[in-house]
C-alpha cells in the first residue's frame, strides 16, 4: 500500500483504527475543533479611492456563525468596508485597499480565483438586483456556473434556496415567472435566496431593508436569525435598532473610522468606551 495514501480513503486496517460510528454532536463538535475562532480578521484596513481616504486603521474580528452589525452615518467606510472583503477594488480602477482581510485565516488576496472566493463570501446590495430571468433561473444560475448541470440537483438547490431566503410558498407555482414581477420584498428575498445558492460560508448584507417594508423587513429578520447557524452573517443597516434585534456584536463606524466594537447589549445599554457610539445609538446624530 502507498504510504502516502489519504487516511479518508484507506481500507482495511486505517479504517479499524477509527469509530465505527460517531453521533451528530461528536461529528459537529469535531468540526468545530478544526474551525478558526474567527470567520473574518481585518488587521490595519485602509481603503483609499483616489485621493479620498473612505476607511482608515480597521482592527476587528468577525466570529464564526454570528450575526455581526455595522451601524454609522451614511459616508462612513461601511459599504467600502463589505468591498474590501469582497474583493471588488479588482473591478475599482481607483480602489485601493491596504492592510489585511482574512478569510478563514487566509489573506483573501491570496486567492487567485476571486470568484470562488465570492461564492464563499456572498453579499446582498442595498436594492434587488433581478436579473431578467425567470424566479427558478434566477436562483439556479450560480449552480449552473459552477457546473452543475443534474436537473433534480438544481431542482433541490432552487427549492432549499428559496425556502431559506422565506420566498418559497409565495412563488412555487410560478417559478417559470420573471422575477422582475415580483413585489420588491420579494425581489429582495430573491436576491438573498440566489447568493444562498451558492452555500456561502459568510452572507453579507448592505442595508437590506431600504426597500423593503416592514413586514417583509422582520420576515427576513427573521430568517437571518436562522441562517446564522449555518453561517456568518455581517449586516450594514441604517436601521440602528434592526443591529440591536439581530446583531451578536456590532462595530460603530463614524468619518471613516471604526470607532467601538463591542457586544451588541453591551453597547445598547451604555457600556461604550466612547461617548459618540452612545450618542449615535441614542439618537443624538447621524
Not at 28 to 37: D, F, I, K, M
Not at 58 to 83: E, M, R
Not at 232 to 246: C, G, M, P
Request: glycine share 8%.
Amino acid at each position: 500500500m502507498n504510504s502516502h495514501s489519504d487516511p479518508h480513503t484507506d481500507s482495511g486496517a486505517t479504517r479499524a483504527t477509527t469509530p465505527a460510528a460517531t453521533s451528530p454532536k461528536e461529528r459537529l463538535e469535531r468540526s468545530a475543533a478544526t474551525q478558526p475562532a474567527h470567520k473574518i480578521s481585518i488587521r490595519d484596513l485602509s481603503i483609499r479611492y483616489g485621493p479620498f481616504t473612505a476607511l482608515s486603521g480597521v482592527n476587528l474580528d468577525i466570529p464564526v456563525n454570528q450575526i455581526f452589525g455595522i451601524i454609522g452615518p451614511a459616508n462612513s467606510g461601511k459599504t467600502s468596508f463589505l468591498n474590501a472583503i469582497n474583493r471588488m477594488d479588482m473591478m475599482r480602477a481607483n480602489m485601493n485597499v491596504q492592510g489585511s482581510v482574512l478569510f478563514n485565516g487566509v489573506d483573501v488576496t491570496s486567492w487567485g480565483n476571486v470568484y470562488a472566493l465570492r461564492s464563499k463570501i456572498g453579499v446582498v446590495f442595498p436594492l434587488p438586483v433581478g436579473l431578467p430571468l425567470s424566479i427558478y433561473d434566477n436562483v439556479a444560475l450560480s449552480p449552473r456556473l459552477r457546473g452543475i448541470n443534474n436537473k433534480s440537483q438544481i431542482d433541490e438547490i432552487v427549492e432549499r434556496s428559496l425556502k431559506r431566503a422565506a420566498l418559497w410558498d409565495e412563488v412555487k407555482e410560478r417559478l417559470g415567472s420573471l422575477g422582475s414581477l415580483l413585489s420588491g420584498g420579494q425581489q429582495q428575498r430573491l436576491t438573498i435566496a440566489r447568493a444562498l445558492s451558492q452555500d456561502p460560508e459568510v452572507l453579507m448584507l448592505d442595508e437590506f431593508s431600504i426597500a423593503v417594508d416592514p413586514v417583509t423587513t422582520m420576515r427576513i429578520e427573521d430568517v437571518l436569525k436562522e441562517l446564522k447557524n449555518q453561517m456568518t452573517i455581517i449586516l450594514v443597516t441604517n436601521l440602528v435598532q434592526q443591529a440591536n434585534r439581530l446583531a451578536d456584536r456590532t462595530a460603530f463606524f463614524l468619518n471613516g473610522s471604526c470607532v467601538e466594537v463591542g457586544d451588541t447589549d453591551a453597547l445598547f445599554n451604555g457600556k461604550v468606551r466612547d461617548q459618540r457610539t452612545d450618542d449615535y445609538i441614542n439618537g443624538r446624530f447621524g
